[in-house]
Nanobody, 122 residues
Framework: QVQLVESGGGLVRAGGSLRLSCAASGRTFSAYVMGWFRQAPGKEREFVAAIGMSGSDTYYIDSVKGRFTISRDNAKNTLYLQMNSLESEDTAVYYC???????????????WGQGTQVTVSS
């Protein structure tokens, strides 16, 4: 199994920044594609970003392009999501997840963290 633990969430004003971290343990981190998802109250879990095993390939939903940056440090077994220019619409619980290949589909991610709350005030 892979254990994933998110951190870095919190309350931030619109236009501000946060960096989320996801610490992985239990399996070889570099063998997985990693993704970030988010879920707002009453809404379905939404794909946000993904990164390939080496960190070279990244994917984002249009609404976060230019504002969010996904990265990974395989030596530290850690995934990151740098979030800049945050908007109220970014408010959600953010989850990191691991998959065996590049995908935007939540059901294809095998392992999930517990989530971290991001709240953006206007």
């Amino acid at each position: 199994q892979v254990q994933l633990v998110e951190s870095g969430g919190g309350l931030v004003r619109a236009g501000g920044s946060l960096r989320l971290s996801c610490a992985a343990s239990g399996r070889t981190f570099s063998a997985y594609v990693m993704g970030w998802f988010r879920q707002a109250p009453g809404k379905e879990r939404e794909f946000v970003a993904a990164i390939g095993m080496s960190g070279s390939d990244t994917y984002y939903i249009d609404s976060v392009k230019g504002r969010f940056t996904i990265s990974r440090d395989n030596a530290k077994n850690t995934l990151y999501l740098q979030m800049n220019s945050l908007e109220s619409e970014d408010t959600a619980v953010y989850y990191c997840a691991a998959a065996q290949g590049v995908t935007i589909l939540a059901h294809e991610y095998e392992y999930w963290g517990q989530g971290t709350q991001v709240t953006v005030s206007s």
